[in-house]
Structure formats: structure tokens, C-alpha cells
């Protein structure tokens, strides 16, 4: 066995009397790979930021190869070989791919002059060592595609000489082909004798990558694994300490109307989406998937009025609707849960109330226009109760909240709206697995008294748990209608959508 790279050892981090971390251990050896895991709100990232030294533990200890590190401090931790790659990459768009690269190393030089000539090397080298010399150097890293971006801030990281990689949520906007083509990656590093600790809500990569997993529950280590030890079942109730049912939507057929509750007939927009029918039931939950790039969220948006189609038509219970902006997709009774909480969801320094209700002001006018304080108070209260979204009080910051929660907060944001057709673009893009379950039992709920569904995901196994019908995409075309979800497996369809993408079928 390997020696130690990182040892945490009893670990504790409060905020404001509210304990994020309790009693924490955690060990990471040379050339391991190791992943982290637990529920939104467990204390993962307060841990990475504590081992990264953006905060200062309360109490506890840090050892780096051997070096007991005091009061570890950002730039301490990065020159002791610890990099540390949060979900949002921070990369800088406007720069190029050798630019990126190289910063941090110029940076921490301090050089004076800017020396194209070794930033070019630098970049071209730390690209090599990975295999992937062929990403352009000269290329603005805003013109790259998300599996390109997180190469350039690996191969960043290796010109820092890093020796453990902490990678957060690698895998939530990339697909399939690219997550293989990361782990590829990563055991490269591996054979260097890189240590990776690896983030995921994602249980599936956890198993397909890990040697061990240490799993946290409420601020607290529950458990640490050889991944070998354990399968899904038992590491969903460790993480979640209760054993989570999972079965098939079934469509209840008495809700279905002679005229459907939404219907889309030869919509098109050019370099989109092309020749796009279908229909939708009160009740229904309809699944959309495909590969990144399929077309998905463009119809989402051209349903909601964000993103009009140059032809065709939408009919709302029978009679054909005009929807030129978001404002009139509402009126027609249709909402839109976007693929992108933070940025396009929420208003994140806001309230928690104020972000629910933000969608019904007009509601809480009295006749001289001034807003009713208390109404709006009580509307966001009673929203916060009906979903059961955990916080103190509804006037704490949204961007206070777990992931999970803040979901909850959209949903209600556009519940509150009272809509017939809700659609779901991604709706449980990085929420944990007991989240996921919540929020599944919420939509379904939804669809049993009512509301017709459309739920977009590129996660196969959750459109076949969670959707009566199911519509595969392609290149911006719908190449397959499955009538009904149970009478097909997840590998089925992810080969039906990857073959036709290959082979550039339109069909």
C-alpha cells in the first residue's frame, strides 16, 4: 500500500454557530483515486476549502507528505501540490487556451515581462503530458467546449506540480463520451502518481472510477470504503441513512382529453431544431433526451418564448397559441424550470421568499399600486412549507441553501404561477441522490393531479423512472418515440441516440 499524500485528521468547521463539519477524518494516498461523496449540505465543499485553504478549520489538523500544515493558507496548500478544480473551472473566457494554462505559473513567478515564447511552451507541455496536444493553443477558451475547458484547467494544474487533483462535480455539464474520455485522463495522472479526490453526485462514474469513497452525512464522516465493499443500494443508505423505493411513472389514462393539453406541429428553427412534433396529455410525464447539442433545451426555450421558431405551430387545449416572449408563454399556462439554476433561475444574493414570489408580484398590488407586505410575506412562507424547503426563516439569502433546495425554490417560483404544462430542463443537475428522490415525488405528484410534464435530462435511467413516454433526439431531430418507457432499458436508447449522432443520421 502507498504511502499517505493528505491526512485530515478531526476536522471541525463552524459558521455562525451552525456546524458545517464535526470530527472529520480523511486520508488520500500517492496515485489514489478517491471519492467524496454525500448529500447536498453534508460539508464537501467546506472540507475542499479547508484542504484547499480558502477557510481555516476551527480545529483539527492538515498533513501534507508528511508536514503537519498550521492555519493553511491558499497559496500554502497550492505549493504543498494540492489544486484544486471547483465546478465552475474559473478560467478566464476572454484569454486563449496558452494563456490559461499558464497564468497561475506567471503569477506565482512573478515575472515582470510577459514571455510569449514560455507561455507557449508551457501550455504545449502540459497539454502533451495529458495526450491532448491538439487543442489549439491560440483558441479563446469562451469558444471551447465544456470537456475542452476542464482539460485546460487540468493541464493548468500541472504546471503548478500538482500532486493531488480535487475535482468538484467534473462530470455535470459533459456527456457520457466525454466523462469516458476524462476518466481516461485521470488514469493518466494516476500512472504519474497524481492523487485525484473526486467529487460526484453521480453514483454510477463514483463506482466506474474510485478505490475508495469516504461518505458524509450532516457534517459528520459516516463512513470510509473500498469501493469493491460496496454497491448502489448500500451506498445510497449510508449516504441518505434510509433505503430510497424507486419504480416506474405509471400514466393514469382517465386524465387523458380528446384534445391534447399541448401540442407542437412542424416547429423549426434553422441550426436548431427541425420538423418537431408532439403531443401532450394532462398527467403526462413526456421525456425529452439526447446528447448535449441534440436540440433539447432550444425547444424548451422556443416553448417559453426565448427563443422563437422561424415555423410551426403550438396549440394549447385546442386552440393555436402565439408565443412571442416568456410573459405570453405564462399567460398560456406554461413554465419553464431552466437547465441553469444559478445563472438563469435565481437571483442569488435575494431572499428565499423574494425568489419564490418574484414570478406573482402583480398579485400582491393593492389599487394604488403599492405592494401588500404581508400578503407577500405569507405567499413566500406558505410556498417554503408546501415544499418543505429547509431553512431557518424564508428572508435568508436563496444562495444560502443547498442545491437541493434551491431547486425546490425554482419550482415553487413557477408553481406559484399555477401552470398546465411545467417544463423540466435538467431538474436535478447536480442535486445528491435523496434530493433527486424528493424532487422526482414532487413532479410525479404534479402529473397524478394534473399537469402535463415534459422533463429534459441527459441522465437515461432518470427519463425511464420518471416518464410515461419518452422522445429521443439527434442532431436537432426526433429520431424515436417510445410509447411507453417500460419497454425499453437505459443502454438501449444510449445506443439508438450515439449511433445516429456517429452516423450523422437525420432522420
Known amino acids: 500500500m502507498s504511502e499517505a499524500f493528505l491526512e485530515v485528521k478531526n476536522i471541525s468547521k463552524s459558521f455562525v454557530g451552525v456546524t458545517a463539519l464535526e470530527d472529520v477524518s480523511l486520508t488520500i494516498r500517492k496515485g489514489e483515486i478517491h471519492c467524496l461523496i454525500g448529500e447536498n449540505g453534508s460539508g464537501k465543499s467546506t472540507l475542499i476549502k479547508i484542504i484547499g485553504g480558502v477557510y481555516r478549520a476551527d480545529s483539527g489538523t492538515i498533513t501534507i507528505e508528511g508536514k503537519e500544515l498550521y492555519k493553511v493558507q491558499a497559496i500554502e496548500s497550492i505549493r504543498s501540490g494540492v489544486q484544486i478544480i471547483y465546478q465552475d473551472l474559473s478560467l478566464f473566457p476572454n484569454l486563449t487556451v496558452a494563456e490559461n494554462i499558464s497564468i497561475n505559473q506567471m503569477l506565482e513567478s512573478n515575472q515582470q515581462k510577459v514571455n510569449w515564447k514560455q507561455i507557449r511552451e508551457t501550455s504545449k507541455k502540459a497539454l502533451e503530458e495529458i495526450g491532448e496536444s491538439n487543442i489549439p493553443l491560440d483558441e479563446r477558451v469562451e469558444n471551447l467546449s465544456m470537456a475542452n475547458k476542464q482539460i485546460i484547467a487540468i493541464s493548468r494544474a500541472l504546471t503548478q506540480n500538482a500532486k493531488l487533483i480535487i475535482m468538484d462535480e467534473p462530470t455535470s455539464a459533459i456527456t457520457k463520451e466525454e466523462v469516458d474520455h476524462l476518466f481516461s485522463i485521470i488514469l493518466k495522472l494516476k500512472k504519474r502518481g497524481l492523487s485525484i479526490l473526486f467529487v460526484s453526485h453521480k453514483l454510477s462514474e463514483v463506482f466506474e472510477i474510485s ?131 444559478l445563472n438563469q433561475g435565481l437571483f442569488d444574493f435575494q431572499s428565499i421568499s423574494d425568489n419564490i414570489i418574484v414570478t406573482i408580484l402583480k398579485k400582491f398590488l393593492n389599487k394604488m ?139
Request: one cysteine or more.
Open 211 to 341: 478505490e475508495n469513497i469516504t461518505i458524509l452525512r450532516d457534517g459528520k464522516k459516516v463512513g470510509q470504503y473500498p469501493t469493491a465493499d460496496l454497491d448502489h443500494d448500500k451506498l445510497i443508505y449510508i449516504m441518505t441513512g434510509c433505503k430510497l423505493e424507486f419504480s416506474p411513472y405509471i400514466y393514469n389514462k382517465k386524465l387523458r382529453q380528446e384534445k391534447p393539453l399541448l401540442e407542437v406541429l412542424s416547429m423549426s428553427k434553422i441550426n436548431q431544431f427541425s420538423d418537431i412534433n408532439f403531443t401532450l396529455q394532462k398527467g403526462e410525464i413526456l421525456g425529452i433526451t439526447g446528447l448535449i447539442g441534440s436540440g433539447r433545451t432550444e425547444i424548451a426555450q422556443a416553448l417559453f418564448g426565448l427563443n422563437r421558431p422561424d415555423s410551426g405551430e403550438i396549440w394549447m387545449n385546442g386552440e393555436l397559441t402565439d408565443i412571442k416572449n416568456p410573459e405570453d408563454a405564462i399567460n398560456n399556462g406554461i413554465a419553464l424550470l431552466p437547465e441553469d439554476r
Open 369 to 507: 399600486g403599492l405592494m401588500n407586505s404581508a400578503k407577500r410575506r405569507k405567499a413566500g412562507n406558505d410556498w417554503v412549507e408546501k415544499l418543505k424547503i429547509k431553512t431557518p426563516n424564508s428572508f435568508n439569502p436563496v444562495n444560502s441553501l443547498s442545491g437541493g433546495n434551491q431547486q425546490r425554490v425554482v419550482l415553487a417560483k413557477w408553481l406559484a404561477t399555477s401552470p398546465k404544462v411545467f417544463i423540466l430542463d435538467g431538474p436535478t443537475i447536480g442535486i445528491d441522490i435523496g434530493s433527486k428522490h424528493t424532487i422526482h415525488n414532487i413532479i410525479r405528484k404534479l402529473a397524478e393531479e394534473g399537469m402535463g410534464i415534459i422533463m429534459i435530462s441527459d441522465e437515461i435511467q432518470e427519463i425511464l423512472d420518471n416518464c410515461n413516454r419518452v422522445i429521443l433526439m439527434s442532431k436537432g431531430r426526433i429520431i424515436k418515440e417510445i410509447k411507453d418507457s417500460r419497454t425499453t432499458n437505459s443502454d438501449e436508447l444510449f445506443e439508438i441516440i450515439t449511433k445516429d449522432t456517429a452516423a450523422g443520421v437525420n432522420a
